[in-house]
């Protein structure tokens, strides 16, 4: 379990450190109200990248179709909870055990730099996806207790406000618009 943490804590710095990739990603980030639905709103192609990364490194190092599943399934819940709009922690110790809505929370506030910075560059905080113990380690992780506004800066009336879409298909064109510098 902690392997595959560590493999989704470097793959979620790609996806904001990686301009191609911050394309597709930033539709996940640009959520303005957190809902327990919000880690399902994705680019299908960040979904299929950062999937067959997962499903190859199952199974070159074996691990069980039925384990699989669980590994999947259990994350999937966790990260819907990490998502919900609710002013959740999990105090100061349990925090820096397992990551709370809180902590994920902040990785999402318009204010602290989540997102790409043109320069492909991987700055932003609290990436980690099932433990803050990898923001730790590499010196990303944030503890301030803060609720702050969500979104991506560039939606912002000031900064441009570049349209996400609404509708499931709006988002995926604007994505690959984005992608191919057409958006």
Do not use: C, K
């Not at 192609?45 to 999937?51: A, K």
């Not at 939606?155 to 618009?177: I, K, N, P, V």
Request: cysteine-free; aromatic content about 14%.
């Amino acid at each position: 379990m902690l392997g595959f943490d560590l493999v989704n804590y470097w793959l979620h710095r790609a996806q904001h450190g990686w301009n191609w990739w911050w394309a597709l990603h930033a539709l996940h980030h640009s959520q303005r109200q957190m809902t327990m639905w919000s880690d399902n709103r994705n680019h299908l192609l960040d979904d299929i990248l950062r999937d067959a990364v997962f499903v190859i490194l199952a199974r070159v190092v074996g691990v069980e179709p039925a384990q699989f599943v669980a590994l999947v399934a259990f994350t999937q819940l966790m990260e819907s909870l990490q998502h919900a709009n609710v002013r959740l922690w999990f105090g100061p110790l349990l925090e820096r055990i397992v990551v709370s809505p809180r902590f994920h929370r902040l990785h999402h506030s318009i204010g602290i730099g989540h997102e790409s910075s043109g320069r492909g560059t991987l700055g932003g905080h609290n990436f980690g996806v099932l433990f803050p113990l990898w923001d730790i380690i590499f010196g990303t992780a944030n503890f301030e207790l803060r609720w702050d506004a969500t979104g991506v800066r560039d939606q912002l009336a000031e900064e441009g406000g570049r349209d996400y879409g609404r509708g499931f298909w709006a988002q995926q064109w604007l994505g690959l618009g984005r992608l191919f510098g057409r958006r």
